[in-house]
């Protein structure tokens, strides 16, 4: 079973984070409440929880003596934690600063939770590949792709994916933690301008007589959505780390803009007709701005600064990346399992008998694991559904990579037995 830990006293706020679990999940979690920063530590570190839920400003728990405990031991860095404060008491940027050497992936304000939670939490179990990616990039392999593919209606929520970026790039040994808040703050906005303007067609006079009338932006973009033309529009948001470089394209489905006029208004943003804070900050920070002829894509460009470059163990430098094509046998049954792969990008369906079975994402992290890990051969075929990359992991590698951190064999166990556990329901349902 799954969990998710709630380091939080306050029973008013466990009732709706627990319902907020129950309506997103059902009954997917168990979720367990410690009261002190022993019980926390020791769910933390023996149940491996999935996701934390923690209230940064209780007052009968000491979160700052957890969150060093967690910065200090890496094998506590695979969960996403989402904290929640009582702005009354604390202000955000001070939370902030405080916890970032931890996976804070999104910080949300008391009074706000019911209402985000819920979407919080989803995206970060969706997209948990991302935080388990940063050892492997340090310790296995060297290249990491995907994508997002962000709702208007989920405008609220665009700071979780940023911050899942966010984080990736300085697990990655791409960013400092003292750089990962700008980064996160670039990435929210280019993507809110995407839905902003691009998806929506918000122009800084609507935006100005949206707020003199008294209209948030979330009120803004909701109204907008109401025409179905704009509602089906998304933000891509693409991703790849490669060994040389870090790039993010965000790409929306608008008619664009005149480019270069803009890129001249930047030398005087307070004649800039779009709101520039978000690209002015991402220029600051990355080797390259770079948009296309339309208008609708801009590509972030990151170059690999060799002071913070970090030594790949011996023999983990030449694993071969696999891209594959829509319809593409990726896997046979009856092949010899010499290897297993880290899924990048793509959908991949499971034949057995020629039936298809399931489905394998992102979100699954390892394909073709138990076949590899039991010196078996494959008993199904793998199809990809659409283009994707894949990660080619031979044994020789992963053992190497095991020996040195026997703790991962407990993460690996993890995952074998959630997919013998989804196994066992699809075959009796």
Request: with cysteine.
């Amino acid at each position: 079973m799954n969990y998710i830990v709630i380091i939080s006293t306050d029973e008013k706020l466990n009732m709706v984070i627990a319902k907020t679990v129950k309506d997103v999940f059902s009954d997917e979690f168990i979720l367990q409440f410690p009261t002190t920063e022993k019980e926390a530590l020791e769910l933390l570190e023996f149940e491996l929880p999935e996701l934390v839920v923690c209230n940064l400003t209780d007052p009968f728990i000491d979160t700052e003596a957890i969150a060093q405990r967690i910065q200090a031991d890496s094998w506590l860095h695979n969960f996403g934690i989402v904290g929640i404060y009582d702005g009354a008491r604390k202000e955000d940027s001070e939370l902030l600063e405080k916890y970032k050497g931890i996976n804070l992936l999104s910080l949300l304000e008391q009074k706000k939770t019911e209402y985000i939670l819920g979407r919080t939490l989803k995206i970060i179990y969706e997209n948990r590949q991302l935080i388990f990616s940063g050892w492997l990039t340090e310790n296995l392999i060297h290249q990491v792709s995907g994508s997002f593919r962000i709702r208007n209606i989920d405008f609220t929520v665009v700071p979780v994916y940023a911050a899942l970026l966010s984080m990736s790039m300085v697990r990655m040994g791409w960013k400092t933690k003292e750089e990962r808040l700008d980064l996160q703050l670039a990435l929210s906005e280019l993507i809110i301008n995407g839905i902003e303007h691009g998806n929506c067609g918000i122009s800084k006079e609507m935006k100005t007589q949206a707020m003199m009338e008294g209209l948030g932006m979330a009120e803004l973009i909701s109204f907008k959505n109401e025409d179905p033309d704009i509602s089906k529009k998304v933000v891509r948001v693409d991703w790849e780390f490669s060994d040389r470089e870090v790039r993010f394209n965000i790409t929306d489905c608008g008619d664009g803009f005149d480019v270069t006029s803009f890129v001249a208004s930047l030398k005087h943003p307070e004649e800039g007709e779009l709101h520039g804070r978000g690209i002015l900050l991402a220029k600051s920070i990355a080797d390259k701005l770079i948009y296309n002829r339309k208008g609708n894509r801009v590509s972030l460009v990151f170059n690999k600064k060799s002071q913070m470059e970090q030594a790949a163990p011996v023999g983990f430098s030449t694993e071969e990346v696999i891209r594959v094509k829509k319809g593409e046998v990726v896997m046979k049954a009856g092949e010899v399992a010499d290897c297993l792969y880290y899924i990048t990008s793509g959908k991949y369906t499971v034949y057995h008998n020629n039936q298809a079975v399931g489905s394998i994402k992102p979100s699954d992290i390892f394909m073709g694991e138990m076949a590899f890990l039991l010196s078996n051969t494959r008993t199904a075929t793998v199809v990809a559904d659409r283009d994707g990359k894949l990660i080619k992991i031979p044994r020789e590698s992963f053992i190497t990579v095991i020996k040195e951190y026997p703790q991962y064999s407990m993460f690996i166990s993890k995952l074998l037995a959630r997919k013998l556990v989804q196994a066992n329901e699809s075959s009796t349902s």
